[in-house]
């Protein structure tokens, strides 16, 4: 589950919620049966059940000498259909969510906390950047060449480009970025001329305009669409990774997969044990190290509940715990968790490798430049629901030329595994990042006293703006007599 917006009252959760030293303890109000857990969508155990029920029927069909090919096409029509509506989402998707994240950093970059905001955003996408470019780095040098071609000859890319030059590649990447036909651009998926549109939109729309209104109620519709189809991942991963293995290679499928399981561990790894120990040695003077294992409970409860958001007020009272200002904490750690995805930001390349290698593809620098942008902007703009990842890495792969294969199946079978991973490193760059943003501003508990920051938990729920005043996820700024939006 990908960073999730907050929709309880923070300091009724940060009341209610266990300190850095106590036990995590689940809000019992609402019991819920096993049964019932697992109808929410993106529960690993149904995809798990589906995938390896497939894996059984497709292995024992794969003991048959020849297999017709209109068993293959037949039994994955299902799981092409759920795999072409998951697409269908892209576009309305990355519209909508790209506009509101630029509106949200738009409306707190002003007044007294603009040092604050410009500091902890500067931050997120500092870090951000750098999971990506040694992600992108790694996959190109060392994992991407280790894969192995698992398709059919007749399911490659015979339409693939050829590599373009050095100088044609850096036109074709200016040239992407301002599409000379907005409607030709939406027609022929050119993902990164419109999400380049929507950048600008962001930043040109007023918040409080009926345009926006619209763009809050598409994003609903979308999200909803979106959950329901993550809903019925399990009948869609069956029917894509079943016939897949009618005609494919297990032993070379389950090599492929341990180098992408085994890459982005790695990667992940290198982010959270080296870079951010790093960054925080020489900001935050501290020892990164002793300060992680103190904030163990929240990083641990984010592995165990894949959700970034869940582990918010255990997160709060870690820094805390730690010396960090309220103001600095209250502030930095609920906007960590809509636009700091440094986990998400390095699976992105490894999945889009993973399916281009797979398919006799390679991609060229001009392609990596073009993932790695895309990477930068989709980990802000990802929605508030679980394995938004998932649309995202379809539309990276789109803008590279990469099509969408029954491997696909394999990556969405295992996404829940990586996912607790990727959200551990999520909270622990927003729990690096709360020290580092004190020092680099100079706040000490003692601005605690003064008006500055409030973030109102309440209104972060993605979509939920207030309509007099165009409120975007809660930032509020206060003065002495008065408080408003901003």
Known sequence: MEKHAVTEDLNQQESSSPGATEPIMEDSSVKKTFWQKQREPGRPLPIIAAALLAIAIGLAVSTQTEVPDAAVEITGIIGNLWLRALRATVLPLIVTAMILAIQNIKAISGGKGGRLAKWTIGWYLGTTVIAIMHSCLLTGLVWGPMMRDTADPDYVDEEAEEPLTVSQAVVQIFYSFIPNNIVGAFANEQLLSVLITAVVLGFMLPAKSSIMKAVVEIDKIVTTVITWLIQMAPIGVFFLIMPNLFRLDITTIGYNLGILIGGTLTSIFLHLLIVLP????????????????????????AWGSASSAATLPVTLKCVRARGVPETVGKFSIPLGCLINMDGTAIYFPMVVVFLAETQGITLDPAQYVIVCLLSTLSSIAATPIPSSSLVLTVMIANAVNVPMSDMYGIVVAIDWFLDRFRTALNVSGDMFAAPCVQRLTGITHEDDARPGIIIDADAWHRGEQTADTGASHGVTETHHDNSHRV
């Open 278 to 301: 790093l960054l925080f040695f020489l900001v935050a003077r501290k020892n990164p190290f002793t300060y992680w294992i103190k904030c163990s409970p929240a990083w641990l409860t």
